[in-house]
T-cell receptor, first 113, second 114 residues
Framework: GDSVTQMEGPVTLSEEACLTI???????????LFWYVQYPGEGLQLLLK?????DKGSNKGFEATYRKETTSFHLEKGSVQVSDSAVYFC????????????FGGGTRLMVKP | NAGVTQTPKFQVLKTGQSMTLQCAQD?????MSWYRQDPGMGLRLIHY???????DQGEVPNGYNVSRSTTEDFPLRLLSAAPSQTSVYFC?????????????FGPGTRLTVL
């Protein structure tokens, strides 16, 4: 079955540092890939997505590129802010009925001033 | 639009008690789903629905029931609560058209079973 593997956290960075959160996946077909973010005490929000190989999703300074050859979708940001502190989830969808998502375990990011 | 709403926000149950977690959306989305979130395991799909009157099991359905009598509502029932069901529960909805689509999540219900 489908699966998503993320680097374990927590990841602790100083403000303005570079961020990379690794994500790799296993899927039977050609999934769409997503990054969701969960701020403290809130539900999940879509951060960015990519629907086919070599697509790059971007939002709020975050980027991720769909790499089919390495089955990866790593999340990157050049300069993190304290307000980026949250839990980040990588997920995939095969586009089956219901558009259900398979999630990775989540990576907690803590950014210190 | 209120989006996806969930009640209650917090709940404490004793082993063996039953309860219903409520979920409603006002976006006229066809698809709705329930996930549970446990530390280090991300979110796992419990049940989902592709429309009123249609439900199906996800990855971890045991101990939970669902029904979908209207497009708006998708309640999750715990028949006999167990400590293993202590978790944070999220309801989500998404439109059927234009796949793949963003899933819209509710704020969650934190459930503790003693």
């Amino acid at each position: 079955g489908d699966s998503v593997t993320q680097m374990e956290g927590p990841v602790t960075l100083s403000e303005e540092a570079c961020l990379t959160i690794n994500c790799t996946y296993t899927a039977t077909g050609y999934p769409s890939l997503f990054w969701y973010v969960q701020y403290p005490g809130e539900g999940l929000q879509l951060l960015l997505k990519a629907t086919k190989a070599d697509d790059k999703g971007s939002n709020k300074g975050f980027e991720a590129t769909y790499r089919k050859e390495t089955t990866s979708f790593h999340l990157e940001k050049g300069s993190v802010q304290v307000s980026d502190s949250a839990v980040y989830f990588c997920a995939l969808s095969e586009g089956n009925a219901g558009n259900m998502l398979t999630f990775g375990g989540g990576t907690r990011l803590m950014v210190k001033p | 639009n209120a989006g996806v709403t969930q009640t209650p926000k917090f709940q404490v149950l004793k082993t063996g008690q039953s309860m219903t977690l409520q979920c409603a959306q006002d976006m006229n989305h066809e698809y709705m789903s329930w996930y549970r979130q446990d530390p280090g395991m991300g979110l796992r799909l419990i049940h989902y629905s592709v429309g009123a009157g249609i439900t199906d099991q996800g990855e971890v359905p045991n101990g939970y029931n669902v029904s979908r009598s209207t497009t708006e509502d998708f309640p999750l029932r715990l028949l006999s609560a167990a400590p293993s069901q202590t978790s944070v529960y999220f309801c989500a909805s998404t439109p059927a058209s234009g796949r793949p689509n963003e899933q819209f999540f509710g704020p969650g219900t934190r459930l503790t079973v003693l």
